[in-house]
Structure formats: C-alpha cells, structure tokens
C-alpha cells in the first residue's frame, strides 16, 4: 500500500523542483505545467476506461458505473480546457500609462454616461454608489439613475447628490430592458455619449475609474473594457467558517486569474458592472441583448461578431458588496448558470449556425459550458457512488485504493500544485467543492431548464442589504447536505463495523478514503448553511495611520484605529470628552464628527450626517486601501479556522 503513493510523491518532488524555476507570467512555464497536467490526466482516464470498468451488462455495476464514467469524463474535459485557457495571461496596466498619455493630450475628452441600474436597493447602499459616481475625475462624463422601482425618494436623493434621474412605466426584460431604456433617451440628446459605463447599485466606482478604463477604447475595435469585482465585505463562505481574514471571497480567482488568461486567448467577457462599453457598437447591435438572464455575457459576444472585442483591466477600479446571504449567494450562481444556458441554447451559442463567432470563442463557450456542467453534475454523484458500494456492494469502479493512488494521485498532485501555481495561491482543492456543493442543487437545476425551456425566465435580481443581525438557518441545502452526511458515515458504519466485506475489502479501502473525504466537505458545508449573525462590522476596517484633527481651534494628530462609513476610532493619550464635536481630516477629506465614546486608548466617533458631510466621508472611505488583498492562501491558516468554527 505504501508504494502506491510512491508515484504522487515523486510528482510533488518534481513540483518543488521545477517552480521556483519558472515565471508565472511566462506562456512558456504556464504551458509546460498545463501540459504536464494533462498528460496525467490522460494517463489517469486511459487507465481509469481501460481497467476500472465494470463487465458490461444490465446489472447494477454497469448501469452505475458507465453513466459515472462519463459524467467524469465531462470534468475532466473540463479540466483539460481550463488548462488551455490558462497556459496564458495578459496584464493591461502599463498599455492603460501609455494610453493615458496620448488621451491626455487630446483636444476632445470623450462623453461617457454613467448608469446606474437599481431596482430595490436601500438608501444607503445607492447613496454611497451616486456619491462615488459623481466624484470621479474624469473631465466629460453624466451620471443617471435607473431606478426600476419607480422611488420618489430616490428621485428626490439624486436632486440632493447632483446626478440624472430616469425610470420606465414597467420592468419589461429587467435589467437589460432598463439599460436600453436609458440608452434610447441618451441617443435622442444633441449631445450623445462616446461610451457608457454599467454600474450595479451597490458597486462605487474610485476616483480614477474612467480615466484608465476609457484609455484602452482609443484602439477602435475595442468595444467593452471590463474592469474586476472587489468587495468590502465576506462573501458567505467566509463570514460563516469565520475564515474572512484567511480566506478570499470566492470570485477572486475568476477574477484576479482567470479574466487576465482569457484576455489573453481575446475571449474576456462583460460582466455587468465595473464595464465600460463602446455606445456606437451597443447602437449597431439594438442595445443590450434580452434573450438571456446573463446579458452581460451575450452583449460581448454580440459584439464579437460585428468584430468589437472585449478587453480586461485588471486593476481595483470598483468596490462593491458580495451577497451578504447564503440565499442570496445561492440564486446569484443559479442566475449566471440560467442565463449562459440559454446562451447555449440561443444563436450565439457555440454549435449555432446562425453565429459568426470564430473558433476560438466558441471554444470558450464550451470550456464555460462543462464548467458547470461537467464539474457540478460529477460532484453529486461523486456522493453518491461510495454508499451504492457500502450499502448494497454495487461496484462502479472495479479496482482498489492502491490502484488508485498510483494513477490518480499523480495528476492529483501536479494539477493542484499547478493550480496553486498559476493562481498565486488562491486556489484550494477542498475549498472549491465546497464552493461547487453549495450551489450545485441551483446549478443543476438551472442546467436542466436553461437547455429544456430557455425562452420565459424572469431575472431575480441580488437582494443587497437589509437586517443581517439574527442567526439564519438554510434548511433546504442542510437537510440535502445533512442528510447526505449522515447517510455517508451510516454507510460507513454498515461496511466496516456491522457487516465487513471480507474479500471485497481493497475497494471498501478505496470507498472508505472516498467516504471519508465526502464527509470532511460536507461537514464543512452543513457549517455554512448556519448563518452567523452579522453586524455590519464587515464594513469596519483596521487601520493604523496618523489623522489630523481640530478640536476647538488646535489641531493636533491621533492615530487611526480603524474607520467605517459611519465613524472612527481613534488612538489617543488625551481623548476629549463625549459630545465634542471636532474636525477630521480623512484622506484629505475634512469631516465633522461627534465624539461619542472614551476606550481605554482613545475615542470613537460618529460622523455627521448632514449631506455634504456624507459626501465627504463616502469619497474619504473609498478613497483608503480598505480591500483585503491575499497574496497567497496557506492551508494551515485555513485549517485553524475551520477548526475554532467547528468548536465555537
């Protein structure tokens, strides 16, 4: 049994050897390791088709073992195109300088409307968004509202904030019908934009997005610059593991990794918010497509096919809130998968005749394609396998854990290592089943009906805000996940305490390791379906840097504890009594504040909240390094943290 893992160990061996000579930006060193990925994996499928399947026949085995054999295969074909798709990588940064430059010394700066899509927000996440919108330097550019919830109140809040106002008599086709309506009146103005930016309503652009996005549109057959999507709070995952400070939120490697290797091959896509889009190129397409829930994805390859490519930035440009609920994380993922189904399915799709799409971006679509299909359809049966063999010796895969091990491991080692590689360490493999587990049921089942019935899908929109105080429980995917748990260590009880197989025991080894691991993941996601209260301490960010404050008429500096949009903390020898009211300057931003605290250091604060002062304190917020960046996520840290949740 031993010698099985000789073959994984000599593979981690040459990892270690190997990396540290190669460059992650290189296509070169991406290639080789993505190659060598998929050698072992071929080496592995041959093997797995060649010896591991059972007799063919109507008995059990086979009619379990076939079917589990493709839907393998389907992932591994999965892993196989992402391995091609990130043998490459592109940064833009330093064509956007360049860029800069010749812009800068162009006599026209050109127009660009900024929308801003809404339908149920609270005040308090749009204000924050038209507050950032509105300060943006850039030299010739409008900010519109789109408010599908027809609210007098935002009316009113974009009169006081200085932007436009626009809303429709009904929500035909969602967000991409309220976009062209926007569209429709911009281009009946006398003064119509050279592009539109898309904001969602919870993402509040930085001071210098448009500057470096617009930039990269002087190249005329660019038609959309998308930028990435960082947040300032913990997706759910990691709010519910209590992993936040050693985990990053779950698009980070979509967007920090794979986007740039898409650019790469030309196949990046629009993502809705954070985009910038050429208006001529929307106007020649009839505005933003509305046969798919995802019209971000479709407008880019509508685009592609009047020969307008879509570019990525690379670049924090935006910040914005990550679905602060497992519901809502849940019905984002179900969303997307809906909506690429029925671009599958549409004349944009990869098999369609009726598109002019070239080979490599149809490719794309298929890579997209068995990425939820292939990988999300494997794992659930990846559950279920292990019992059928436990309870009722139904034997799907005719070989033993040694066997395994000695073909499987060394793909397993080299593919994860490459993948933690290429990803700079955002990437871990128990992690991402996690991931995969929590949404399957909603990706499934959108699979199903986006292929089935792609026309008469309603868009359900992201709900953002609202009271996140009380402990939630998602029974639904806890009494799937639970109950798959439970039934994974009762099959292990029945196989090895109450009725041990004797002379099957070699694939019970294999079906005991399987179990095993099944139940380390589903235990881990039974803990996130309990959602821990949260108390907006999301948006409260440590700091440690000097602030200038004027307390009566004598300045003087204290140190930053830590700052949310609403007050501060101060360090502070002398703090001043409760009910002062003092000056900060934040990020060269003077705000007042009220004194409303002594600590044990110092003091904390509450801004005011007259309008101008909101302002202030919105554009000094988003103006400080307050996204956690995770250069590299290390297994143990993420351990520990699994660790105390399970015991706290």
Known sequence: MISAFAPGIATLGA???IAPMLKRDSTFARSLMAGISVILLIRYFAWRVTQTLPPLGFTADSLVGYPFMLAEAGSLLAVCLSMLFLSRTIDRSADVEVAIKKVAAAA??????????????????????IIGATGLEYGNYRVWVLDDGRRLWLKRLTEVLGCHYLTRPDNRHAKAGNINHALRHVAGLENKPDFVAILDADFVPLPEFLTRATSLMEDKTIGIVQTPQHFINPDPIQSNLAATEVWPDEQRFFFDILMPAKDAWGVAFCCGTSSVIRFSGLMEIGGFPTDSVTEDYLVTLRLKERNYHTVYLNERLTLGLAPEGLKEYITQRGRWCLGFMQIVRGRSGPFSSQSRLAFIDRLSLVDAFMSWAGAYGTKMLGLIVPWLYLLFGIKAIYADLSELLSYFLPFYVWHAFTMTWISRGRSLAIMTDVSQYIAAPAVLKAIITGLIRPKGHKFKVTAKGGDRNQRFIEWPLLRLYGSALLITMLAIAYAFIINLKGESIAYGGLALGWSLYNCVVLAIVCFICIEQPRRRKAERFERNEPVLIHED?????????????TGARFIDPAPPQVGTVLKCNVYGQNVSATVMRRTSDGFGVRFEEAAAT???????????????????????????????????
């Open 15 to 17: 990892c270690l050897a």
């Open 108 to 129: 026209r700066v050109p127009l660009v409307d900024v929308f801003i899509c809404t339908y149920n927000e609270e005040q308090a996440i749009l204000e924050r968004t």
């Open 614 to 648: 909101r302002i202030r304190v919105v554009r000094a917020f988003y103006a400080g390094e307050y996204v956690r960046a995770f250069h590299g996520v290390r297994a143990v840290p993420v351990g520990k943290a699994l660790l105390m949740r399970l015991f706290n």
């Open 553 to 565: 008429s004598a300045p003087r500096l204290v140190r930053m504890a830590d700052i949310s949009i």
